[in-house]
């Protein structure tokens, strides 16, 4: 059983879209869109966007992403506003069954029911591909449904955000983008072996994340975090990727500065407060 639970481990896809000026786009629905990272996972490198295919490779096998343009029976055309909002927030496919934790349902589902409905309507709004979704490639001991269903029963209770009385604004925006929108814990904060995350350590790094990379620590604190970061570095850093010392990120963050780099300034000034405001927990990440 424990294998089982343990198998299911997996990470979201990091936030990407393209950089701008910092503006938001006039269609409200776009922005959220961008800041969730749909298009980063469910876009297949020279595929047509949102027709899915990515493979998401694991040491449990390879998920495919869905096509999720609104294509009537390829994609989530046919899909009613209440279905878009039970797969996004509480992690339950059309036909009653779990997903995977592979899709950060269990960060989704902080959204408010409006900004799921602004995300899905723009969708609607993109070119449709009629791409069939493939099937899994996974171990057998993951290859039921069944096994995504008890693992949500342990570990996930569906929720939204609630701004804390005790902070401003600014900070429960910076909140709701970091835990809701950007999903940054899923790849910032270590689990454990049953693939839940460990929230006495959250985004205090991660020596196994996504594709084999170090997540580095991201709290404020001054040795092994960020806590030696001025607030300065961090605005550009989370604008084009440039580190303190000159270089660029890369490898999967660049993904996620291409979409911190198009919030609004407001935004992304925000999300410096919530990650600077965050208890420093010493954790040195390393392999």
Known sequence: ??????????????????????????????????????????????????????????????????????????????????????????????????????????????????????????????PVSDRPNRDHELAWYVSWRFAARVWQWLFFKPSEYRPRSDKGTAWNRGAYIAEALGHCQECHTPRDWFGALRTELAYAGNADGPEGELVPNITPHPETGIGDWSRESLHTFLRFGELPNGEYTAGTMDAVIQGTGQLTDADRNALIDYLRGLPPIDNRVSN
Not at 19 to 25: A, H, I, N, Q, Y
Not at 40 to 69: K, Q
């Open 1 to 126: 059983m424990r294998a089982l639970l343990a198998a299911l481990l997996l990470f979201a896809a990091p936030v990407a879209f393209a950089r701008d000026s910092g503006e938001p786009p006039a269609n409200p629905g776009e922005y959220l869109f961008k800041a969730a990272g749909c298009g980063h996972c469910h876009t297949a490198e020279d595929g047509p966007p949102l027709a899915g295919g990515r493979p998401l490779e694991t040491p449990f096998g390879v998920f495919h992403t869905p096509n999720i343009t609104a294509h009537d029976a390829a994609g989530i055309g046919a899909w009613s506003d209440d279905a878009f909002v039970l797969a996004l927030r509480h992690g339950i496919r059309p036909d009653g069954s779990a997903y995977y934790p592979a899709f950060p349902f269990t960060s989704y589902t902080r959204m408010t029911d409006a900004d799921a409905l602004a995300i899905l309507a723009y969708i609607r709004t993109l």
